[in-house]
């Protein structure tokens, strides 16, 4: 079946632009995660959205970081005026329901480099 | 502060022998644990979990080990196998769901199983 999914697989931008990650989530699960990994650190929680509760933002670094999840499903997380220390991997995960015991399931990620 | 913490980075064995790979946390809300093993350009991959009323969870060649006191996990991967070689990240998560379900995850551990 299929998997999370997360595009661009790769993006490298210019210090100052936005950008926009897109998460798949598997269908049917109902929570959704974002994480990014920094080289050398662990992946470090951002974001996480729960049916229609509102989203715990609590791991978000900065103002210039938001995410959105539209119909329960396909969430974007988008940076804004991106700086040299955004650049990470950004991961997606998604959860059949937030509370219980199961596992995250992980998209492959997106590796941001900004110049 | 690091509240999951994996002291080594890297760790390499000959194939056929034991793998144990270490934890150790700070934050006594954690009751729940998990091992995620992640290959290059995928995400991570959740392998074997244990909660805090158990001391050990087998699964085939893993087992986790858990010492509350210590506050301290270790996976034990016998025998080990080349395919095996990835990086290790152990996370962790309080049941209170007041707190959420996220995960705080260790630095990871590289692992690399020699023929």
């Known amino acids: 079946g299929a998997g999370v999914s997360q595009s661009p697989s790769n993006k490298v931008t210019e210090k100052g632009k936005d950008v926009e990650l897109r998460c798949d989530p598997i269908s049917g699960h109902t929570a959704l995660y974002w994480y990014r990994q920094s080289l050398g650190q662990g992946l470090e929680f951002l974001i996480y959205?729960?049916?229609?509760?509102?989203?715990?933002k609590s791991g978000l670094p900065s103002d210039r970081f938001s995410a959105e999840r539209t119909g329960g499903s396909v969430s974007t997380l988008t940076i804004q005026r991106t700086q040299q220390e955004d650049s990470a991997v950004y991961l997606c995960?998604?959860?059949?329901?937030?509370?219980?015991?199961?596992?995250?399931?992980f998209g492959p990620g997106t590796r941001l480099t900004v110049l | 502060d690091q509240q999951v913490k994996q002291n080594s980075p890297s760790l390499s064995v000959q194939e056929g022998r034991i793998s144990i790979l270490n934890c150790d946390y700070t934050n006594s809300m954690f009751d729940y644990f998990l091992w995620y093993k992640k290959y290059p350009a995928e995400g991570p991959t959740f392998l074997i979990s244990i909660s805090s009323i158990k001391d050990k969870n087998e699964d085939g060649r893993f087992t986790v080990f858990l010492n509350k006191s210590a506050k301290h996990l270790s996976l034990h991967i016998v025998p080990s196998q080349p395919g095996d070689s990835a990086v290790y990240f152990c996370?962790?998560?309080?049941?209170?769901?007041?707190?959420?379900?996220?995960?705080?995850f260790g630095e990871g551990t590289q692992l690399t199983v020699n023929p």
């Open positions: 959205f729960q049916g229609n509760s509102a989203p715990d």
């Open positions: 996370a962790a998560r309080p049941l209170r769901w007041t707190s959420g379900s996220r995960l705080t």
């Open positions: 995960a998604s959860s059949l329901v937030e509370r219980s015991y199961n596992e995250q399931f």
